[in-house]
């Protein structure tokens, strides 16, 4: 199995900042690649698929890079909106796996 | 706009079963494939299974094979996931995804496997 493994766990961050989060797959799943954004008692949301490309309706300081391996989220300027848990997930291969996630906190 | 709604929680013991339906509507179900994704409390999220549009190919996690049976009807637009031999281990909210980049999610359903 492709094991994905993300960091930091968490992080603290102030409303405006820009945050980025690394997603490194043990084995190179080329740009099979997708991230979701978690809030509390919420369902995840779809941000990214392909490694870059934004779902509808997601806003653009969400940004995605990588492939290969090693893959990055950056969010431009948080917002308090933006205060939730994010996973990556390779759909490279089955079983599909994601990341352990990373939780953004208000500092 | 896409909808997806997910049934059949509940509480069960150890060693029973359930069933989980995903109704899916606001888009032409039998053109994506279809997964269920599980998240343990406090946990992160685990893939538990697949199945392609025309019911042909389907894959399950390690942890779950052999004991859950993923299954869809086209014609109703509904997902299925059959748990049988349920373990306090499998005791999570349970979520349906479409599609290979998982891009609409269901609100999840909670199933607790106790005693």
Do not use: H
Request: aromatic share 12%.
């Amino acid at each position: 199995d492709i094991q994905m493994t993300q960091s930091p766990s968490s992080l603290s961050a102030s409303v405006g900042d820009r945050v980025t989060i690394t997603c490194r797959a043990s084995q190179g799943i080329s740009n099979y690649l997708a991230w979701f954004q978690q809030r509390p008692g919420k369902a995840p949301k779809s941000l990214i698929y392909a490694a870059f490309n934004l779902q509808s309706g997601v806003p653009s300081k969400f940004s995605g890079s990588g492939s290969g391996t090693d893959f990055t989220l950056t969010i431009s300027s948080l917002q308090p909106e933006d205060f939730a848990t994010y996973y990556c997930q390779q759909y490279s291969t089955y079983p599909r796996t994601f990341g352990q996630g990373t939780k953004v906190e208000i500092k | 706009q896409v909808q997806l709604v997910e049934s059949g929680g509940g509480l069960v013991k150890p060693g029973g079963s359930l069933r989980l339906s995903c109704a899916a509507s606001g888009f032409t179900f039998s053109d994506y494939y279809m997964n269920w994704i599980r998240q343990a409390p406090g946990k992160g999220l685990e893939w538990v299974s697949y199945i392609s549009s025309g019911s042909s190919y389907a894959d399950y996690a390690d942890s779950v094979k052999g004991r859950f049976t993923i299954s869809r009807d086209n014609a109703k637009n509904s997902l299925y996931l059959q748990m049988n031999s349920l373990r306090a281990e499998d005791t999570a909210v349970y979520y349906c995804a479409r599609g290979s980049v998982s891009d609409y999610w269901g609100q999840g359903t909670l199933v607790t496997v106790s005693s």
